[in-house]
């Protein structure tokens, strides 16, 4: 798992690339389009990223500094563990599971923040993997919203993330997924 914060201006490439826009497959060559037709979005989202994405930063209820270094997105990557740690057929139960998770963890168990979580089968040399994106925001008492990726991305919450995903995959399948492993240790 790997997770990474953007601000506005890096928000729009990274959206071409989950939905990998026709520009993509020019500009990354690594991406196989004729693979392409296997992504899958996850989650039940009407809308295509970049709408989605506009509707939460235009919220009025949504406080947003404006200044161009504020994190406006938070990209998430978790990859399916490697074929001896984890039984490939079952790809799917496991971005499912991953996407929960994090949906939980970050959003309140609700797709509200979620701009984007699809799975990527595409890329030349390596395991498929999701791109889980949503806007860093917390409420307050009164319902007020404000966008902070300090208080939802902590140092203390990066050095638990493994270990409890780990958990959660463990109590799900019932063995080692292999999610703590010695890149993440």
Excluded: W
């Amino acid at each position: 798992m790997h997770v990474e914060k953007y601000n506005r201006s890096a928000v729009g490439h990274l959206i071409e690339h989950y939905i990998r826009n026709e520009k993509i497959y020019k500009t990354q060559k690594h991406i196989n389009s004729d693979l392409s037709e296997q992504n899958y979005v996850l989650g039940n989202s009407e809308l295509n990223g970049m709408e989605k994405y506009k509707q939460i930063i235009n919220n009025p209820r949504l406080k947003i500094h404006n200044r161009q270094d504020v994190i406006t997105l938070v990209d998430v990557i978790v990859s399916l563990p490697k074929p001896e740690y984890f039984p490939q057929e079952r790809e799917k139960e496991f971005f499912d599971i991953a996407h929960k998770f994090l949906t939980n963890k970050f959003c309140n168990n609700s797709d509200d923040f979620v701009v984007l979580s699809v799975v990527h089968k595409d890329e030349e040399n390596s395991q498929p993997h999701l791109h889980y994106s949503f806007s860093p925001i917390i409420a307050d008492d009164n319902g007020n919203l404000k966008m902070c990726a300090k208080q939802v991305i902590t140092r203390k919450m990066l050095r638990s993330f493994h270990k409890e995903a780990d958990e959660v995959f463990r109590d799900y399948f019932g063995f080692d997924v292999g999610i703590v492993n010695g890149a993440t240790k």
